[in-house]
């Protein structure tokens, strides 16, 4: 098992940053890959990044087309955290942001459906203003 809580949302101005942080506790972070999805109001859940465990000394990330050379994730195993930091925000990026966890068999790998993560957080909202 793995808990999962997410922090760092809150109000900002269009073309403002944010950065997201979620803490994770219970077996070991490293063996996880890691992604970040959102949620607006009336739409599905939508995938935004996801990072590798690591592979050698490097770790792989994937982007939505909407939010890549903006938004960045990264991961520190050593605090059991993975980040999204989110630069030039729009208002279209408002929404709940919820990090989730995935077992993977390869370090190159990665979800990018929900289906494929295991544990999920409760989410922190994120709301861009015009």
């Known amino acids: 098992q793995v808990q999962l809580v997410e922090s760092g949302g809150g109000l900002v101005q269009a073309g403002g940053s944010l950065r997201l942080s979620c803490a994770a506790s219970?077996?070991?972070?490293?063996?996880?890959?890691m992604g970040w999805f959102r949620q607006a109001p009336g739409k599905e859940r939508e995938f935004v990044a996801a990072i590798t465990r690591k592979s050698g000394s490097i770790y792989y990330a994937y982007y939505a087309d909407s939010v890549e050379g903006r938004f960045t994730i990264s991961r520190d195993n050593a605090k059991n955290t993975v980040y999204l930091q989110m630069n030039s925000l729009k208002p279209e990026d408002t929404a709940v942001y919820v990090c989730?966890?995935?077992?993977?068999?390869?370090?190159?790998?990665?979800?990018?459906?929900?289906?494929?993560?295991?544990?999920w957080g409760q989410g922190t909202q994120v709301t861009v203003s015009s």
């Open positions: 989730a966890a995935a077992v993977v068999h390869s370090d190159r790998m990665a979800p990018l459906q929900p289906y494929g993560f295991d544990y």
């Open positions: 219970g077996r070991t972070f490293s063996d996880y890959a």
